[in-house]
């Protein structure tokens, strides 16, 4: 089993920035890919960044590019979301999620194998 708990989230204007966390528990957190993903009320989950195992190789979501990073710290057992430039868009509850393996197209919700229980995200215009 792998915990996830996310922070870091809160109200933040347009144009603002914010970090997110996601510190995990439990098994060997190098052993795993780590994602973000995002849900906007009436909306459904959206994939947003996608970190593989090392760190080495990225991959996010085109709504995303170019304004969020994704990053991680295997000693800290953490990931995080750099997200910049916000906008009332990206105003969502957001979930870190722990796949054991780093598929070509990390965007799939149904191959991460444990999620945490989000953290919101609002942004004012």
């Known amino acids: 089993q792998v915990q996830l708990v996310e922070s870091g989230g809160g109200l933040v204007q347009a144009g603002g920035s914010l970090r997110l966390s996601c510190a995990a528990s439990g098994r060997t957190f190098s052993n795993y890919a780590m994602g973000w993903f995002r849900q906007a009320p009436g909306k459904e989950r959206e994939f947003v960044a996608a970190?593989?195992?090392?760190?080495?190789?990225?991959y996010y979501g085109d709504s995303v590019k170019g304004r969020f990073t994704i990053s991680r710290d295997n000693a800290k057992n953490t990931v995080y979301l750099q997200m910049i430039s916000l906008k009332p868009e990206d105003t969502a509850v957001y979930y870190c999620a722990a796949s054991q393996f780093w598929h070509r197209s990390p965007r799939r919700e149904y191959d991460y194998d444990y999620w945490g229980q989000g953290t919101q995200v609002t942004v004012s215009s």
């Open positions: 970190v593989s195992q090392s760190g080495g190789t990225t």
